[in-house]
Nanobody
């Protein structure tokens, strides 16, 4: 059974940076996709960035150039470096995983989800 555990959430002032990590356990997929999503109160879950077992990455237009997804295969971990954070980035952030390749962060493509970690950006 695949489990995902996020870490690195917290509070930061606008313009600051945070780095999220997601560690996967029980992972047996040869090809896989992992990604980051977020959900603010009263809003739908929003895709941010994905990376797959071929190292392909994809970003939403809203975070392209500010957020960077990367993976550490040895540690079964993906990270999301978030720079120039804005108050509108405040949300619960989730890690997700699925078998197969991917190129876009679309929530409907993922079946396995972490519990989430809160990010609050203050002005």
């Amino acid at each position: 059974q695949v489990q995902l555990v996020e870490s690195g959430g917290g509070s930061v002032q606008a313009g600051g940076s945070l780095k999220l990590s997601c560690r996967a356990s029980g992972f047996t997929y040869i090809t896989y996709c992992m990604g980051w999503f977020r959900q603010a109160p009263g809003k739908e879950r929003e895709g941010l960035a994905v990376t797959d077992s071929d190292g392909i990455t994809g970003y939403s237009d809203d975070v392209k150039g500010r957020f960077t997804i990367s993976q550490d295969d040895a540690k079964n971990t993906i990270t999301l470096q978030m720079d120039n954070l804005k108050p509108s980035d405040t949300a619960m952030y989730y890690c997700a995983a699925e078998s197969g390749y991917c190129w876009r962060p679309r929530a409907d493509d993922f079946r396995i989800w972490g519990q989430g970690t809160q990010i609050t950006v203050t002005s």
